[in-house]
C-alpha cells in the first residue's frame, strides 16, 4: 500500500466532498477530484458511480463543460435510516459537547454534528432545536479553561515541540517553571490536564491546564515514545492520579450505599462482592490513594475502608479531624 493510500479520506468523507462541490455548482472532473482527495482516478470512478447508483444522487457528466453536475437541486446528503435508538445516541453526543466548551474542539465538534444532522433531515424527522430537550446534561465543578493557553499546549502536543510554562502546584503559593514535552491532553472529572515528560525531573507528570500560565514554545522537538498511551498512563487511576504503587483497596458499603456503588462503572479493575444484607464489597488495584482517600470520604459512614492498613488509618486520622473542628 502505497502512503498516499494510506492517508486518504475514508469514502464518506469523500463522498461528502464531492457531493458539496456538486452542490455549489463548482465544476469538477476526475482529475481535479484526484488531486484534491488526494486518491486514484478509479477511487474517484467508484465513489461517483456509488453515489449515482446506490444513493440515487441526480449525478450526470457534461461534456460540453466536461465537468459533473447535478441535473437537479440537492439539498442534503442521503444518509443510512436511523432508528429511534440511533437518534438518542446522536442527541447524547450532542449534549456531550458541552464538555469541551471553551475549547478549539468545541467549534469543531458542532460542525461535524450539524453536518451529520443535515444528511439525516430526509430520512427521518428531526429538529434539533425540538428533539434535543429529550436529553440533558449537568456537570458539577466544571473547569475553567483559559483558552490561550488550551490553545499553546494542544498545538504543541501535534507538532510535538517543548515547551515552557509557569505552574503552580496545590499548596504552593507561588508558580514554578517547568519544560515538559507534551504527549496527551485528557479531559477527565470535567477538567482538563496535561501529561508531558518533566525534562528537569526526567519523569512523566499530570498537569492541570488551570494551573498552567505563560506556555512558552522553545526550538527543540521530540519524538514520543511508540509505547506511551493515555490508556495505559491512566490504568492505575481512579481519577487522574496514577502512581508507582500497587495498591489493593477493599471498601465495604451499607445497604443504601451499595445500591448506589452498583449503578455504576467506577474502574477497569472493579470487582463487586455481594454481602449478607445488601451489603457489598468493593475492591480495587490502584497505584496512588490520595484520590481513593477523597472519594471514600464522600460516602460517610456508608463506607469503611478494609484495607490496606494505611488507606484505613488515613480515613480514621481525617474523620477525627473532623470530628474534631465540628466539636468547637
Not at 109 to 125: H, Q, T, V
Not at 177 to 206: I, S
Not at 297 to 315: D, S
Request: proline fraction near 5%.
Amino acid at each position: 500500500m502505497t502512503p498516499r493510500a494510506q492517508l486518504s479520506r475514508p469514502p464518506l468523507e469523500r463522498m461528502l466532498r464531492i457531493h458539496e462541490e456538486l452542490r455549489r455548482g463548482t465544476l469538477i472532473n476526475c482529475t481535479k477530484l484526484v488531486q484534491a482527495l488526494e486518491v486514484s482516478r478509479k477511487t474517484v470512478v467508484r465513489d461517483i458511480a456509488f453515489m449515482r447508483d446506490r444513493l440515487d444522487l441526480p449525478i450526470e457528466y457534461d461534456q460540453g463543460i466536461q465537468a459533473y453536475r447535478y441535473t437537479h437541486p440537492v439539498n442534503s446528503f442521503p444518509t443510512v435510516h436511523v432508528t429511534e435508538g440511533e437518534l438518542m445516541a446522536l442527541l447524547v453526543a450532542q449534549r456531550a459537547l458541552e464538555q469541551y466548551r471553551g475549547t478549539p474542539f468545541h467549534r469543531q465538534l458542532e460542525i461535524a454534528f450539524g453536518k451529520l444532522a443535515g444528511g439525516l433531515r430526509d430520512k427521518i424527522s428531526f429538529s434539533p432545536a425540538d428533539e434535543l430537550r429529550a436529553v440533558s446534561f449537568k456537570n458539577m465543578g466544571l473547569g475553567r479553561t483559559d483558552l490561550a493557553v488550551f490553545n499553546a499546549l494542544s498545538g504543541a502536543v501535534l507538532r510535538q515541540e517543548e515547551v515552557t510554562f509557569n505552574y503552580r502546584k496545590p499548596g504552593d503559593t507561588k508558580p514554578a517553571t517547568r519544560r515538559v514535552r507534551p504527549y496527551h491532553m485528557a479531559n477527565r472529572e470535567n477538567l482538563w490536564y496535561l501529561v508531558g515528560f518533566d525534562v528537569e525531573r526526567e519523569a512523566l507528570r499530570t498537569f492541570a491546564v488551570t494551573r498552567i500560565a505563560a506556555v512558552g514554545p522553545t526550538k527543540e522537538t521530540f519524538t514520543r515514545p511508540a509505547d506511551f498511551s493515555p490508556e495505559k498512563f491512566f490504568a492505575n487511576a481512579l481519577g487522574v492520579m496514577g502512581g508507582e504503587g500497587n495498591h489493593r483497596v477493599v471498601i465495604r458499603f451499607d445497604p443504601g450505599a451499595a445500591e448506589r456503588v452498583r449503578e455504576r462503572e467506577w474502574h477497569e479493575s472493579q470487582e463487586m462482592v455481594e454481602l449478607p444484607a445488601g451489603r457489598l464489597e468493593l475492591r480495587l488495584k490502584l497505584g496512588s490513594l490520595t484520590e481513593i482517600e477523597h472519594w471514600i470520604l464522600g460516602w460517610g459512614a456508608a463506607a469503611e475502608v478494609i484495607a490496606p492498613k494505611e488507606l484505613r488509618e488515613r480515613i480514621r486520622h481525617t474523620a477525627a479531624g473532623i470530628t474534631a473542628r465540628y466539636r468547637k
